[in-house]
């Protein structure tokens, strides 16, 4: 059980898009369209942004936006916003099991 | 809208076992639903831990060999995580979460603030 793959920092200008991307294998982000995304500031609980790869929970802003290509999975933010500088987490269910990302610190210029 | 929010020592001895606590508001956990602990130690990616539906099936990550139990005490709307035998391994922020889980999706929807759980002599 290996964690998926993320970068461990994006950072943006105000205005821009940035992309998180979450690199598992064909047992995980690969295989099921049960990929899922947290935005974390830290001693705060973890929010869900993304689920089931594209789906957005209400009240999260259409700025997010979630895509997968094979086995990684990706998280855009687009018009990036001071408030969206925290940490980003992806999830995949693995079948017998759920795997997380190493998290990605989103840094706004 | 649902509130998670954990509870317990904050300092575990090895070998004990280490007790947590997961108080829910907002929701019955005797309801349709599944339960969650997750894990993340230092510098580490966060880890699944158990998960227990209302009717009481268990699922338990296989890596940690048998060590953990996770119950539900429906008359107090909380359950519980007790991991056996700790070391110094088993240092981290502990969260509960409420998984949803279906044909539409595997996803955690709602998630306590975690506690921090050293584990030290």
């Known amino acids: 059980q290996s964690a998926l793959t993320q970068p461990r920092a994006v950072s943006g200008s105000p205005g821009q898009s940035v992309t998180i991307s979450c690199t598992g294998t064909s047992s995980d982000v690969g295989g099921y369209e049960f990929v899922s995304w947290y935005q974390h500031y830290p001693g705060k609980a973890p929010k869900l942004m993304i689920y089931?790869?594209?789906e957005r929970p209400s009240g999260v802003p259409d700025r997010f936006s979630g895509s997968k290509s094979g086995n990684t999975a990706s998280l855009t933010i687009s018009g990036l916003r001071t408030e969206d500088e925290a940490d980003y987490f992806c999830?995949?269910?693995?079948?017998?099991?759920?795997?997380f990302g190493g998290g990605t610190t989103v840094t706004v210029l | 809208q649902v509130q998670l929010r954990e509870s317990g020592p904050g300092l575990v001895k090895p070998p004990e076992t280490l007790s947590l606590t997961c108080a829910v508001s907002g929701y019955s956990i005797g309801r349709d639903s599944y339960w969650a602990w997750i894990r993340q130690t230092p510098g580490e990616a966060l880890e699944w831990i158990a998960t227990?539906?209302?009717?009481?099936?268990?699922y338990y990550n296989p890596s940690l060999n048998g060590r953990v139990s996770i119950t539900m005490d429906t008359s107090k709307n909380h359950f519980s995580l007790h991991l056996y035998s700790v070391t110094a391994a088993d240092t981290a922020v502990y969260y509960c979460?409420?998984?949803?889980?279906?044909?539409?999706?595997?996803?955690?929807?709602?998630w306590g603030q975690g506690t921090l759980v050293i584990v030290s002599s």
């Open positions: 089931s790869v594209t």
């Open positions: 999830c995949s269910y693995a079948g017998t099991y759920t795997i």
């Open positions: 227990i539906y209302h009717k009481g099936s268990t």
């Open positions: 979460a409420r998984p949803r889980i279906a044909p539409s999706g595997h996803y955690f929807d709602f």
